[in-house]
């Protein structure tokens, strides 16, 4: 156990060192700001909704067209929403060839590009599953 958690180490610095994933965390870190923004946009459509809604009760009118086309607008950011967590899983649950920067399954243990070995640091990609957990609701 000893010398696999020696190994271990050594891998994750040398694969700090490379920086062989900083790729990778800037891309997600772009998404989870997209997602972010996506959630802002869902807030203020239900927002608008519920205006239109009010709007309609108070004077006693109806705004089908308005409410169908809200409602269409809520149904198209949610499908964006959904989208974009699929990628953030899907970049998540690869592991970079440090070799030749191909994606791999996580529990690949040679690239299929190039053969090479991926090291066991990759697999601390798991961690970062908790930074994204904020955004779920
Ligand atoms: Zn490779």
Redesign the pocket.
């Known amino acids: 156990m000893g010398v696999f958690e020696d190994i271990f180490v050594k891998a994750k610095a040398a694969a700090g060192a490379l920086g062989e994933k900083a790729g990778q965390y800037v891309d997600v870190s772009k998404m989870n700001i997209k997602l972010a923004e996506f959630k802002g946009d869902l807030k203020s459509e239900f927002e608008n909704l519920g205006k239109i809604v009010y709007e309609c009760e108070k004077n006693n009118i109806e705004n089908r067209s308005g409410i169908n086309a809200s409602i269409a607008q809520i149904d198209n950011i949610t499908l964006q929403i959904e989208e974009l967590k699929r990628q953030i899983a899907s970049i998540r649950n690869k592991v970079i060839?440090k070799?030749?920067g191909?994606q791999n399954e996580v529990d690949s243990v040679y690239?299929s590009?190039?053969g090479?070995k991926l090291s066991e640091s990759s697999k601390n990609n798991k961690k970062t599953e908790d930074d994204f957990s904020e955004f779920d609701d």
């Open positions: 060839c070799s030749c191909s690239c590009k190039c090479e």
